[in-house]
DNA sequence: GAAAAAAAAGAACGATCGCTCGTTTTTTTC
DNA sequence: GAAAAAAACGAGCGATCGTTCTTTTTTTTC
C-alpha cells in the first residue's frame, strides 16, 4: 500500500467529526439546520487548527478566528459555547474519529509482520492527511478542563498498545524476539509520532510518507525480527 | 556511566545560564548588583518553566509569576523587558548552556559505538536532570520573535547532526551498517526526545534513566551494527 | 411576496492582560 | 546613624480578552 492508494481509499474528512458532534449535541448548538452546522462547524474547526498550528490555540483569539473564518463574533456562539469548549470538543470528536479509523486498519490480519506494517504504514499515512489534527492533540493539552484532561495520555496509550498487542502476538507465534514489549511499543510510538511533529523536517528534505514508513519499520524488524 | 554518577559529576544548574545571562545583558538590566540578578533571576526562570509546564507560557501571566515567585511585577520588570523577551531569553540561553554541556560530553572519545553509546546516554541524562528546560524548548516556541524563530529548529538539527556525524564516523571506519544516516540520527533523535516529552509515561512505569537510555541503545545497535 | 423562523451581525460589558511609574522600603556608604 | 543609592512595591493605564445581547439580514413557509 503507497500514500497515495492510502489517500484515495480512505476517504477520511473533518465532516465525519463535525456529523459526530452534530449528533451528539443537537440541544446545545443554537442553530437548527444540520447542512449549515456541517458546513460552518467545519470551517471552524479547520481553522482552529490552522490558527493553532500557526500561534497555539492560547494565542488565538476569538476575533482572530472570526475574521480568519469570516463569521461573525455572534455566529462563532451559536455553534460553540465557549472557547474552552471547542478546545475540550476537538480533542474529544477528533480523537474518536481517529481512533475509530487506526482500529479499523489493522482489521482482519493476522499474520504479526504483516500486521506490524500495516499498522505503522497506515498510522504515518494517516497522521499526513490529518496532519493538523495530529499535531493539536499533542500540543494543545494544556488547557483541557478536568472532565478531558486525561484524553490526551489515553490516546497516547492507545496507540502504544496497538503496538504491544501486535507484538506479543508476534512473539506467541514464534515470529518476533523477545523484546521488552512496553519499550519497544513506546518506540514505535515515538518513531511514528516524528513524522508528524517534525513535518518540517522531512518535507524540507524531501522525504516521502512512504520513504518514512519504509525506513522505520525497516528499523524496527531488524530489531525484533528473528 | 550511571545517571547517578552523571548526576554528582555534572554540577549543571541555572546560576550557569543566569550569569551567562547577566553578562551580556547587564546594560538592559535596571539591577546593579550581579548577586542580586542572579538569585532573582534563577527564581524567575526556574519559576516560568514551572509554570510553563503546567499551563503553558501563553496561558501563564505575569501576576500569576509574580505571585509564584514572590516578586512584584515592578520587580518583574526590573529583570526582564517584557514577556516576549523572558520567553526569548529562556530559549537563547538555554540552548547554549546545553549545547555547551553536549559537546563537552563525547569530547575526546574516538571509538564510535562507545562515542554513539555516550552520546545517547549523556543525553538522556541531561534531560533528565534539565526535564523542564528540554520539555520547555519543544513546547513553548510559536510565539518567539522573528529573531528567534529559527532557535528550535536549529537546535533540532544540531543534536539530530552529532548522531549523525557519530554514525558515519562510525561507517568510515568499518564499524557500523551502511544505513541511512539522515533518518536514523532523526530516528534516535526522537527516541530520545520521547524520554522527557512523556516523563509521565515512564515514571507511571518505574523506568528509569538507565534502563531506557540501555533500551534505546541496544535498540539502535541491532540496526546499525554489522 | 408577506409573515415567521433561522442565522448572522457587531457593539458593548466586565475581567484580565502586559506594562508603567511615582512611592516606599531596604541596603549601602561614609 | 543619617544621607544616598538600590531594589521592591503595587495601584493604575490602555488594550484586548471571552462572552453576551439586541438588532439586522437571510432563509423558509404558506
Chains 1, 2 share one sequence.
Not at 492508494?5 to 452534530?22: G, K, M, P
Not at 508528524?196 to 525506513?215: E, H, N, Q
Amino acid at each position: 500500500m503507497t500514500f497515495d492508494e492510502f489517500r484515495t481509499n480512505r476517504s477520511i474528512s473533518v465532516e465525519d467529526v463535525c456529523r459526530n458532534y452534530y449528533s451528539e449535541n443537537k440541544g446545545k448548538i443554537k442553530i437548527k439546520k444540520e447542512h449549515v452546522v456541517i458546513k460552518n462547524m467545519s470551517i471552524i474547526m479547520n481553522t482552529t487548527l490552522k490558527l493553532s498550528m500557526r500561534m497555539g490555540f492560547d494565542a488565538m483569539s476569538l476575533r482572530d478566528l472570526s475574521a480568519e473564518t469570516g463569521l461573525s463574533m455572534g455566529a462563532l456562539y451559536s455553534y460553540i459555547s465557549s472557547k474552552d469548549e471547542l478546545l475540550a470538543l476537538l480533542h474529544r470528536y477528533g480523537q474518536k474519529t481517529i481512533k475509530k479509523n487506526l482500529e479499523a486498519m489493522v482489521d482482519g490480519i493476522t499474520e504479526p509482520r504483516k500486521k506490524l506494517d500495516t499498522f505503522i504504514r497506515s498510522h504515518i499515512f494517516l497522521s499526513e492527511l490529518l496532519r493538523e489534527w495530529f499535531y493539536f492533540f499533542f500540543m494543545e493539552t494544556k488547557n483541557l478542563g478536568k472532565k478531558n484532561r486525561l484524553l490526551p495520555m489515553e490516546s497516547e496509550l492507545m496507540t502504544e498498545q496497538m503496538c504491544t498487542h501486535i507484538i506479543e502476538e508476534g512473539q506467541a507465534k514464534g515470529v518476533f524476539a523477545d523484546v521488552r514489549t512496553d519499550l519497544t511499543g513506546a518506540g514505535i510510538k515515538a518513531l511514528m509520532q516524528d513524522w508528524y511533529l517534525k513535518r518540517w523536517k522531512y518535507s524540507r528534505r524531501g522525504i516521502t510518507p512512504d520513504a518514512y514508513a519504509d525506513f522505520i519499520i525497516g528499523f524496527i524488524e531488524k530489531s525484533i525480527l528473528l
